[in-house]
């Protein structure tokens, strides 16, 4: 059994974690705020150009105006997994990565390649699969010029036939607690065969369709890039706040125990001593 000496010594340990983790949530749960905000708004746009460009999508046809919607056949594919820049955000990382490892399982029979983002994918998938590129510093200043510069090249790759299909795998924000992982099609854009798209499909284009392709359908694509840089961005913050948050409550715990396992020691030392007092004087007065 360990001494008090060691005992007091853990309870100091886990009190200075307890500041630590009690700290890294309160940080988490400020910037969360800003991220939520910045999704949230984000996302009823980017879905509803999303929409457009899936109605677009289906009114084009194999020529360079429908150049991003154009259906190969698939041998090269690339994956985009993207993670944080730092850890201690519980599963966050890890689902990203197991989901991408279980996406290259299932792919195979292609000829894949991996464009991790975030210092954490870069790590895990760096010397394990072949990279077509790489990027760790997007979350230091996350902003839309700086992911259209990601996007863009990524465009280009499938442009000039570098790849047949991209996925996007991210964690999708719900809320604090909760996020979905998403593996998203990327490219090429997959055009809806429905009544109700043929329907919204039916524009009439001014200035001319070819001009309005050229400038709606990249921008659109990168504004989906952008919103899952935002949302796994949010997903991070909102999983580290609950990841300290319940390594706090469980440092306390510790600490509860082991102040307890404290007390009860020295009020045992507390009675031997007063006990070897008390037959110390009996045996004198014999």
């Known amino acids: 059994m360990a001494n008090l000496k060691e005992i007091r010594t853990r309870i100091t340990s886990v009190a200075s974690t307890m500041?630590?983790?009690?700290?890294?949530?309160?940080?988490?749960?400020?910037?969360?705020?800003?991220?939520?905000?910045?999704?949230?708004?984000?996302?009823p746009y980017a879905e509803k150009l999303q929409e457009i460009l899936v109605?677009?999508?289906?009114?084009?046809?194999?020529?360079?105006?429908?150049?991003?919607?154009?259906?190969?056949?698939?041998?090269?594919?690339?994956?985009?997994?993207i993670a944080s820049n730092r850890g201690l955000c519980g599963a966050f990382n890890a689902n990203v990565f197991k989901r991408t490892e279980k996406r290259i399982t299932e792919l195979s029979d292609f000829d894949l390649q991996v464009y991790p983002i975030g210092k954490r994918s870069v790590d895990y998938f760096t010397d394990k699969h072949t990279l077509f590129n790489s990027n760790l510093e997007i979350f230091n200043d996350l902003n839309f010029d700086s992911s259209t510069i990601i996007a863009q090249e990524v465009m280009d790759a499938?442009?000039?036939?570098?790849?047949?299909k991209v996925e996007?795998?991210?964690?999708?924000?719900?809320?604090?607690?909760?996020?979905?992982?998403?593996?998203?099609?990327?490219?090429?854009?997959?055009?809806?065969?429905?009544?109700?798209?043929?329907?919204?499909?039916?524009?009439?284009?001014?200035?001319?369709?070819?001009?309005?392709?050229?400038?709606?359908?990249?921008?659109?694509?990168k504004v989906q890039f952008y919103k899952g840089l935002l949302d796994s961005h949010a997903s991070e913050h909102g999983a580290r706040m609950t990841a300290m948050h319940k390594a706090t409550d469980?440092?306390?715990?510790?600490?509860?125990?082991?102040?307890?396992?404290?007390?009860?020691?020295r009020?045992?030392?507390?009675?031997?001593?007063?006990?070897?007092?008390?037959?110390?004087?009996?045996?004198?007065?014999?």
Do not use: H
């Open 19 to 43: 500041q630590i983790t009690s700290a890294m949530k309160m940080v988490s749960a400020a910037k969360l705020k800003r991220a939520q905000d910045a999704i949230t708004q984000m996302r």
């Open 55 to 81: 109605n677009l999508s289906s009114t084009l046809d194999n020529s360079t105006e429908g150049v991003y919607s154009q259906e190969r056949d698939t041998q090269k594919v690339l994956l985009v997994p």
């Open 158 to 164: 499938f442009v000039d036939g570098s790849f047949d």
């Open 168 to 221: 996007i795998i991210y964690n999708k924000f719900v809320n604090a607690a909760t996020q979905e992982l998403m593996v998203e099609p990327f490219l090429p854009v997959q055009a809806e065969e429905s009544e109700e798209v043929a329907l919204n499909a039916d524009y009439i284009f001014e200035p001319s369709k070819s001009s309005i392709v050229l400038d709606l359908i990249p921008k659109s694509l």
């Open 250 to 265: 469980n440092a306390q715990d510790l600490k509860d125990d082991l102040t307890l396992t404290y007390n009860r020691q």
């Open 267 to 286: 009020q045992a030392s507390i009675t031997n001593e007063i006990l070897e007092i008390v037959g110390g004087a009996e045996a004198l007065k014999q």
